[in-house]
């Protein structure tokens, strides 16, 4: 084992043996416990037997923060990077890259042949590999897992998930011999408080020393606001104020709300967190790093950094996020106002960290966190080596009891569950490497379908209880031994008689009134209707006193039975969900030409390599011609409505589209139309965007327009604009690399992407 300049923990020498033994890993430990040391050893045995190691990370910004680590320790020329838009020595022995590109590299797209991109390969960290859970991306991990190759060791890091031991034995079952090092050990112990604000000059211990409920704890009161009567004290305030004065800072105070972050942080300003000194040096490291990056220079938060303060979200600058890091990594910012990205695995340590609330908005409404993503958070106090103790303060709101607190705390984590999902580029990927039986057994060693027990039980459970009532339905004892085909059909009779026998009666009734005799047919009516009388006196079941009681229990039963036949529907559908869901792409795919006697056509080869949302949608549209006669800047502007998702209803843009991107667009319209149509007779739900929102922007910027220019044009955070036009670049660079896009189409994209490519968009972070 290499030789640590430190003692390690039990957990870390074992996970480091058994890579040493040739054996891949599942570690998995809570935030801060120091799984990147098992990750450091894999690096060293690489290196000393001079193969390579894959370092795979689910963020960007987390992979040029490794590289970076990785640069400084093991040197510039040991390491490379490889993202969606950087590739830096992508030979080295270290490459640090997105899960994504360890995925396509295993598929043979884009980047050479398989053989080739894991030639000298010997180990693949997947760092957080939990992102499993994540709704959008979490199949790139469970791909990543099937497709690697079995003489590469894996080397999964995990924070707490409650199901590491099915995730190692899929692991150990659909690639090779897999150990699980499971630990809840935490190098430094959190200690819970709460912020009552009832007693806004105290932090109360959250939990008695035995672990229940600290009973000096009062719920919160909700506020009626009358007039101008406002509440006179800042929650906010008393928090941060009260950490100050028990040397509990720095922290990250993580808020739900973009815009509540950026209040709390102005709010908390007035409070003097940081001393004359390190208000120097903050001022001196802005300097130097907007020299660096000058387009911060009329940055409105300057000023909240100089009082130790910061905001950190999703509509900040990547630059400008960068930046708080780095001063908050000196420890001179004190507090940290931040939205829950913050907690997926940027190096970001605190003393403390605060959660406003327990409970988020989410497009659905409100919900409680998990208890994973409470983890998830509270994780990030405590530094190692710096803190002996790390603290986490939940604040005390009326949405929530004080008991609903103390539960989500003392919560075991989540289990893991899948999120595989075919898709046409997988369906194409596979055909074009294996035949049709053989992309089956790929697709059922999914950890969907490994863990698809845990999805079906609930439904042989109810299918069980089902059963029981109808057992109980079918144990009605009739003492005549009729079955209950005999009652139901004595039941027709009757209801038959029942009602010839108003119909006669009301035919009676309208003879009489006309003062004639019934016609042949009303005495032939009624004789039938005397017929099935006596046909309904024959049955045992006419005088019956338990007709009723069993007739009730037939009802019951065939309504159980309809149940019944319903659940065991939807048994076989869970059952071959992934296999049915790669079948209907496929058949997709198949009406459209992409493929041939399952194997992709040259143009199928094309959507293989594409990486998008939905990957045929945007192939269509390639192949349509329509983008063909467009300038860089209407391109970038009809690439960028096709790549922004469907916002919420009151979020429209006043900003005119130009005429040919307008036109384009409604040609566009017309092939979603059919593609969409197409999708619905095969069940797929392969989402398709046309949101021109950001469109008109990155047209200007394109045509030259300033960055001021462009941010005043729409209330949206900078962050979200640089966002959408990264992801203009993506498709815009896929449509340079991948084949059979027409040449007039791939110089137009490289100049569109140049145009695009200037300050602050291509700043990483």
């Known amino acids: 084992m290499y030789d640590f300049p430190f003692e390690l923990d039990d957990f870390q020498k074992q996970a480091c043996d058994c890579i040493s033994n040739g054996k891949s890993v599942v570690v998995c430990a809570p935030t801060g416990a120091g799984k990147t040391v098992i990750a450091e050893h894999a690096i060293h045995c690489a290196l000393k037997e001079g193969k390579k190691v894959f370092y795979t990370?689910?963020?960007?910004?987390?992979?040029?923060?490794?590289?970076?680590?990785?640069?400084?320790?093991?040197?510039?020329?040991?390491?490379?990077?490889?993202?969606?838009?950087?590739?830096?020595?992508?030979?080295a022995q270290i490459v640090v890259m997105t899960t994504e590109v360890f995925r396509n590299m295993l598929y043979g797209t884009n980047f050479g042949s398989v053989t080739d991109n894991l030639k000298d390969v010997?180990?693949?960290?997947?760092?957080?590999v939990h992102y499993m859970n994540d709704e959008q991306r979490g199949t790139v991990w469970e791909e990543s897992i099937i497709y690697c190759p079995t003489n590469v060791q894996i080397i999964a890091l995990s924070a707490t998930v409650a199901n590491a031991d099915k995730l190692t034995e899929w692991i150990n079952t659909v690639h090779s011999?897999?150990?699980?090092?499971?630990?809840?050990?935490?190098?430094?112990?959190?200690?819970?408080?709460?912020?009552?604000?009832?007693?806004?000059n105290t932090l109360l211990p959250l939990l008695t020393p035995s672990g229940t409920l600290n009973k000096k704890i009062r719920p919160e009161k909700k506020q009626f606001k009358r007039g101008?009567?406002?509440?006179?004290?800042?929650?906010?305030?008393?928090?941060?104020?009260?950490?100050?004065?028990?040397?509990?800072?720095?922290?990250?105070?993580?808020?739900?709300?973009?815009?509540?972050?950026?209040?709390?942080?102005?709010?908390?300003?007035?409070?003097?967190?940081?001393?004359?000194?390190?208000?120097?040096?903050?001022?001196?490291?802005?300097?130097?790093?907007?020299?660096?990056?000058?387009?911060?220079?009329?940055?409105?938060?300057?000023?909240?950094?100089?009082?130790?303060?910061?905001?950190?979200?999703?509509?900040?600058?990547?630059?400008w996020k960068v930046l708080v890091e780095k001063l908050f990594q000196k420890g001179l910012i004190k507090v940290v106002f931040a939205t829950e990205t913050l907690a997926a695995g940027i190096n970001m340590p605190a003393r403390s960290t605060v959660i406003s609330s327990i409970s988020k908005r989410t497009d659905s409404g409100h919900r409680t966190l998990t208890p994973s993503e409470f983890l998830q958070m509270s994780g990030r106090a405590g530094r190692r080596g710096m803190d002996e103790i790390g603290y986490v303060t939940i604040v005390g709101t009326p949405f929530q009891t004080p008991e609903e607190v103390a539960e989500l705390v003392l919560s075991d984590a989540n289990p893991l569950e899948s999120k595989f999902s075919p898709s046409y580029s997988m369906v194409l990927n596979l055909l074009q490497r294996f035949s049709l039986e053989e992309a089956k057994e790929l697709v059922l060693k999914s950890f969907g379908y490994f863990s698809s027990n845990s999805r079906i039980e609930p439904l042989l459970l109810l299918k069980e209880a089902n059963q029981e009532k109808i057992d109980e339905c079918n144990s009605f004892v009739c003492y005549a031994k009729k079955t209950n085909e005999d009652l139901i059909e004595y039941n027709k009779i009757?209801?038959?008689?029942?009602?010839?026998?108003?119909?006669?009666?009301?035919?009676?009734?309208?003879?009489?009134?006309?003062?004639?005799?019934?016609?042949?047919?009303?005495?032939?009516?009624?004789?039938?209707?005397?017929?099935?009388?006596?046909?309904?006196?024959?049955?045992?079941?006419?005088?019956?006193?338990?007709?009723?009681?069993?007739?009730?229990?037939?009802d019951i039963l065939l309504r159980y039975e309809a149940k019944q036949r319903h659940l065991d529907k939807e048994i076989e559908k869970q059952k071959d969900i992934f296999w049915n869901k790669f079948l209907a792409h496929r058949a997709v795919l198949m009406d459209y030409g992409y493929i041939k006697d399952d194997y992709p056509t040259e143009r199928g080869v094309t959507i293989s390599q594409i990486r998008s949302e939905n990957e045929l949608f945007l192939a269509q549209i390639i192949f349509s011609g329509v983008l063909e006669p467009l300038?860089?800047?209407?391109?970038?502007?009809?690439?960028?409505?096709?790549?922004?998702?469907?916002?919420?209803?009151?979020?429209?843009?006043?900003?005119?589209?130009?005429?040919?991107?307008?036109?384009?667009?409604n040609k566009i319209k017309d092939i979603r139309r059919a593609l969409d149509k197409k999708q619905k007779n095969y069940d797929v739900e392969d989402p398709m965007y046309i949101n021109g929102y950001y469109s008109p922007l990155i047209e200007m910027w394109v045509n030259g327009a300033e960055w001021d220019d462009i941010i005043e044009q729409v209330d949206m955070g900078e962050g979200d604009i640089v966002r959408s036009f990264k992801r203009v670049i993506d498709v815009l660079r896929q449509f340079c690399t991948i084949t059979n896009v027409p040449e007039a189409l791939v110089f137009t994209a490289r100049e569109a992407i140049d145009l695009i490519q200037r300050s602050p968009i291509d700043i990483d972070g």
């Not at 320790?73 to 838009?85: E, N, S």
């Not at 010997?122 to 957080?128: A, G, N, P, R, T």
């Not at 709390?264 to 004359?276: F, G, I, R």
């Open 494 to 554: 009757r209801d038959m008689y029942v009602q010839n026998r108003r119909t006669f009666k009301t035919i009676q009734k309208q003879e009489k009134k006309k003062n004639r005799p019934l016609t042949a047919e009303a005495v032939e009516f009624g004789k039938m209707t005397k017929e099935l009388l006596e046909k309904m006196h024959s049955y045992e079941c006419d005088t019956c006193k338990l007709f009723k009681k069993h007739m009730k229990s037939i």
């Open 57 to 91: 990370t689910p963020l960007k910004a987390l992979s040029n923060q490794k590289y970076s680590d990785f640069s400084e320790k093991y040197g510039i020329d040991k390491t490379g990077l490889l993202t969606g838009d950087t590739s830096i020595n992508r030979n």
């Open 177 to 200: 011999k897999t150990e699980l090092i499971n630990t809840d050990f935490r190098p430094v112990p959190l200690r819970f408080y709460y912020f009552d604000s009832s007693q806004p």
């Open 228 to 319: 101008k009567a406002v509440q006179k004290r800042s929650v906010v305030k008393d928090v941060v104020r009260n950490l100050h004065d028990k040397d509990m800072l720095p922290a990250i105070y993580f808020t739900f709300s973009r815009k509540k972050c950026d209040e709390q942080m102005e709010k908390c300003a007035e409070l003097s967190l940081v001393t004359p000194k390190e208000q120097a040096e903050i001022k001196k490291e802005i300097d130097e790093y907007i020299a660096e990056n000058p387009y911060l220079y009329k940055n409105k938060h300057i000023e909240y950094l100089l009082q130790g303060v910061a905001s950190h979200h999703a509509g900040l600058l990547p630059g």
């Open 631 to 665: 300038t860089p800047a209407e391109l970038a502007s009809v690439v960028c409505a096709i790549t922004t998702e469907d916002m919420r209803a009151d979020l429209f843009s006043q900003l005119p589209l130009s005429t040919s991107v307008r036109k384009t667009l």
């Open 122 to 128: 010997k180990y693949v960290i997947l760092d957080e």
